[in-house]
């Protein structure tokens, strides 16, 4: 049985991460801040360990990992990535030095593997779909510092020779996201055949399902490790308009409004070429998306439909 540490699994990839462990037979160890939201692990907390930590507390993080002795590590706390999260030195605490005191606490005590979460935002705007090789132009203080934790994941494996690997996440959908992010909002106001308020439709993203973006996390911390520092696109290599998402949905949930398009102001972020280059991590770990955005939808749809009663009204 392995033992796996899952830090930021009270967030969205995370919550489905530590299920899809579960699933496997994985021992499973949550590492969570004191004040933590828990809707998205009620239903499984007598199935993993959930210990309360600072990951800036060295010292109890010295004693959580010595007495869990994990061979897998998948590092998903951030902050930074919703619009409302703006606190540059919280981004930093969390991002940089967060990730800088787990590094090195994990590499004393040894494990198989640790598994970074890095993020597409660290590319900034690119008119291409860019490959993992390509230079990083962070265009917000989030990726500024997700970049830099990448960087610093990658250095301290080619210095220590550890299984150290980051994996940049296009744009995850499914159970349990958000309620106020983009496709939730698009099904919690289907099932009410209404559209919320949209940015411009020419709008692109790359939408991976969380599950195939599980097995990616298994896949990079299981494959024997080809290169140190590693770094992996997380995304189907399929660009969707944000027309394209909104007419789907109409259709899905039979909805005969017509979309308000600009009704709501573009965020920084909002390009119309956001879309992944999956070809590393398809050669060299052998990972394809298996769920296309049609499907993905309607699990995605399905899931809100029966659990809308355990949403918060914010994360």
Not at 224 to 239: D, F, H, R
Request: charged share 20%.
């Amino acid at each position: 049985m392995k033992r796996a540490i899952i830090t930021g699994a009270t967030g969205f990839v995370g919550a489905n991460l530590a299920r899809h462990l579960l699933s496997t037979g994985c021992q499973v160890h949550l590492l969570v801040r004191p004040q933590h939201a828990s809707w998205r692990i009620e239903d499984i907390r007598a199935e993993v360990l959930i210990h309360v930590v600072d990951l800036l507390d060295t010292a109890s993080l010295e004693r959580v990992l010595k007495e869990v002795r994990p061979d897998w590590i998948f590092h998903l706390a951030v902050y930074g990535a919703y619009s409302a999260q703006l606190d540059l030195p919280q981004m930093i605490a969390t991002n940089i030095s967060a990730t800088a005191n787990l590094l090195r606490v994990c590499l004393d005590i040894g494990f198989e593997a640790f598994v970074n979460t890095g993020s597409s935002s660290e590319y900034g705007l690119k008119e291409f779909a860019p490959a993992e090789g390509e230079y990083l132009d962070p265009n917000s203080y989030y990726a500024c510092t997700k970049a830099t934790a990448t960087h610093l994941c990658r250095h301290l494996s080619r210095e220590h020779g550890a299984h150290i690997t980051t994996l940049r996440l296009y744009s995850a959908y499914g159970p349990y996201e958000d309620p106020q992010r983009l496709l939730p909002t698009l099904a919690l106001c289907g099932m009410r055949r209404r559209l919320p308020p949209l940015v411009a439709p020419a709008t692109a993203r790359d939408f991976v399902y969380v599950e195939d973006v599980c097995r990616a996390y298994i896949m990079a911390a299981t494959q024997p490790q080809v290169e140190c520092g590693a770094i992996y696109n997380v995304g189907t290599g399929v660009q969707t308009t944000l027309a394209t998402v909104v007419e789907h949905v109409r259709r899905t949930c039979q909805i005969d409004e017509v979309p308000q398009w600009g009704s709501m102001n573009n965020r920084q972020w909002d390009a119309q070429v956001w879309v992944a280059d999956n070809s590393k991590i398809k050669r060299v770990l052998g990972w394809e998306p298996r769920c296309d955005f049609a499907d993905g939808f309607r699990r995605t749809l399905a899931w809100f439909v029966a659990h809308e009663d355990l949403l918060p009204n914010s994360d």
